[in-house]
């Protein structure tokens, strides 16, 4: 039987984290390893400067005292029993979408799972203004990609990054292939004081636009689909390496 | 007169950061805006779960107690002047090569500048068992580096890895464009244990073996060459997009 690593960025107590914990146990045998508190915005961060504690919780389900990369290195490397087929992230709560995703706990994991040679794929919820979250429409789609993914594989060093608009699963309008999109706002920055008057930053907030541009995540989601961004490892960018390459000649080549 | 922001994950205090700052003040105008305290393999992570406190150390050089991609974030927002044309990030005590690159607060710095729409380089100098750093070889070519892109700029979206053998300036066989290498051993982990007798893990340690292929930054620091590898925002993998968007036909496409 497939066995199947589930992580996040929310949190081991994170309701995202369960609702798909039971839909891949319904795919395969399926094996929690997630941080113990909130990571969100941890991106690829991995832990090196201090030692894990893995704590099991009950039955297949771990909590470290780490980030979701530590996660996917210890639940590969030590906890879980033999190499899983899959690993899967989320249902994180708010989009992951452009290049925010180079943020991003959640598809971090999967990049960790790539990296390590597992296919991998990250699965979002988008945020709605003081609404809940319809987890049930992104984790019964988790299914359907997980299946996917097992049976027919995935590109090498490709991880998958989805993203499921926040509403019922009959109010889906289908799903989409997508690439990257772009962002167009910087990080917004309040400024607040501390007890003292001194003033601090606090980064967050603000509301993102996306630069117009046909077949991106973004528009995907806001026009009611399911996107499934796929994402190399490779972040050469082969275009500008081969004009570099000629423009920049008195740079390269041997010096002595 | 040209504005340059410079950055780290090593801290405010590391030599590689004063070294990289002071050659750039032969270039241009330039500030420091760094983290307090190490903070490598922070990756991309952003703080958003508490405000930061922002510390002009002398004149142009600033701590915070955040991450290099916090400091990118605030320095552009909020400390600078005017906006920067320029980040360089580093120098970066020991190499960031291959996928390593995706766990780097240095390269993440230069990511979150090209983000902000500022023509950004990372900078570092591979680590070499007991001995130094030959720190003055990488902050001389990092003049070099700068000064170029001062004046022809970058291709948009893109930024530039920059990798410097730890050799005598004199001792650099030449510079090479490469891409990403690909890393082939899994994450080292350690087995230590508390005062009271509980089982941890420490990751890190082991040494990386890479994959052969030509044209790679691995490769050329290997024989000698400081490689420059030009990176995307764009992580889409465009050829898995294409074949994915045909092979899984019954997955794509409107559902009501």
Same mark, same amino acid.
């Given at each position: 039987m497939a066995l199947i690593l589930v992580t996040n960025d929310d949190g081991v107590l994170s309701e995202g984290l369960l609702e798909l914990f039971n839909a891949m146990k319904e795919v395969a045998e399926a094996v929690?390893? /997630?941080?113990?508190?909130?990571?969100?915005?941890?991106?690829? =961060?991995?832990?090196?400067?201090?030692?894990?504690?893995?704590?099991?919780?009950?039955e297949n389900v771990y909590a470290i005292n780490g980030t979701p990369t530590d996660c996917v290195t210890l639940g590969i490397g030590k906890i879980l029993k033999r190499p899983p087929d899959l690993?899967? =992230?989320?249902?994180?709560?708010?989009?992951?979408l452009?290049?925010?995703?180079?943020?991003?706990?959640?598809? =971090?994991?999967a990049f960790e799972g790539t990296i390590l040679g597992v296919p991998s794929f990250a699965i979002s919820m988008l945020w709605e203004e003081g609404g809940g979250f319809h987890f049930n429409t992104a984790s019964e789609f /988790?299914?359907?990609?997980?299946?996917?993914?097992?049976?027919?594989?995935?590109?090498?060093?490709?991880?998958?990054?989805?993203?499921?608009?926040?509403?019922? /699963?009959?109010?889906? /309008?289908?799903v989409k292939f997508?690439?990257?999109?772009?962002?167009?706002? %910087?990080? %917004?920055?309040?400024?607040?004081?501390?007890?003292?008057?001194?003033?601090?930053?606090?980064?967050?907030?603000? =509301?993102?636009?996306?630069?117009?541009?046909?077949?991106?995540?973004?528009l995907a989601v806001e026009s009611g689909f399911i996107s499934i961004t796929p994402l190399h490892l490779d972040l050469t960018n082969y275009d500008a390496l081969n004009n570099i390459t000629n423009q920049w000649k008195d740079l390269n080549g041997p010096r002595r």
């Open positions: 929690i390893v /997630a941080p113990d508190r909130e990571r969100s915005a941890t991106s690829h =961060s991995l832990t090196m400067h201090r030692p894990l504690r893995v704590t099991e919780i009950r690993v899967a =992230s989320g249902i994180n709560k708010g989009g992951n452009g290049d925010d995703i180079t943020y991003s706990g959640t598809v =971090s994991a /988790a299914k359907e990609i997980a299946k996917k993914i097992l049976d027919k594989g995935l590109p090498r060093d490709t991880l998958l990054n989805v993203n499921v608009p926040n509403v019922k /699963a009959e109010d889906i /309008a289908g997508t690439k990257q999109g772009k962002r167009l706002y %910087s990080n %917004s920055i309040q400024e607040t004081f501390d007890p003292w008057g001194k003033k601090h930053f606090w980064i967050g907030g603000g =509301s993102p636009s996306w630069e117009e541009d046909e077949k991106t995540d973004f």
